[in-house]
């Protein structure tokens, strides 16, 4: 019995017309209410008698980004047994591939702690190191399609 392991072909790693789609919209859904969450946060908040107070669409967007996100976890689950394992083992696209991939555990842990720490302190740290790696993934998934490409 051969127990050659045939290499996968570089036709196997290339994701679906649909796939690669669903993927984009659901990044693009994150970016942008990842960045409309900023704006409300920060810079676009309402001032009365009583003080500073969070912009009425601050919750609603942050909701779209948890739904967006959920949409991604489950793309991205989709990627590991074929696009990933597949692409690791022919050797390509391997730092901008570990880059994001990366990026996305620390978007990860970090949502996490967002949802689930009870500490304020903890909460925003971990904010700030989300909304910093969420923008460097505007970076970094790009990167990774483009050198892909080649």
Not at 61 to 72: D, E, I, K, P, S
Request: proline share 3%.
């Amino acid at each position: 019995m051969d127990k050659t392991i045939a290499m996968p072909r570089l036709e196997t790693i290339r994701l679906e017309k649909w796939h690669r789609y669903l993927l984009y919209l659901a990044s693009l859904g994150l970016m942008v209410t990842g960045i409309a969450w900023l704006w409300f946060h920060y810079f676009d908040r309402l001032e009365d008698e009583y003080g500073s107070m969070p912009h009425p669409l601050e919750y609603v967007v942050l909701q779209w980004h948890g739904v967006w996100a959920f949409l991604f976890i489950f793309l991205f689950g989709s990627l590991l047994n074929g696009h990933m394992r597949q692409a690791w083992a022919l050797g390509r696209n391997r730092i901008a591939g570990s880059l994001l991939l990366t990026n996305l555990l620390i978007l990860t842990v970090t949502a996490c702690l967002l949802y689930y720490a009870s500490h304020e302190m903890l909460r925003d740290y971990a904010s700030v190191v989300h909304w910093l790696a969420g923008l460097l993934a505007g970076v970094c998934l790009p990167l990774h399609i483009m050198l892909g490409r080649k």
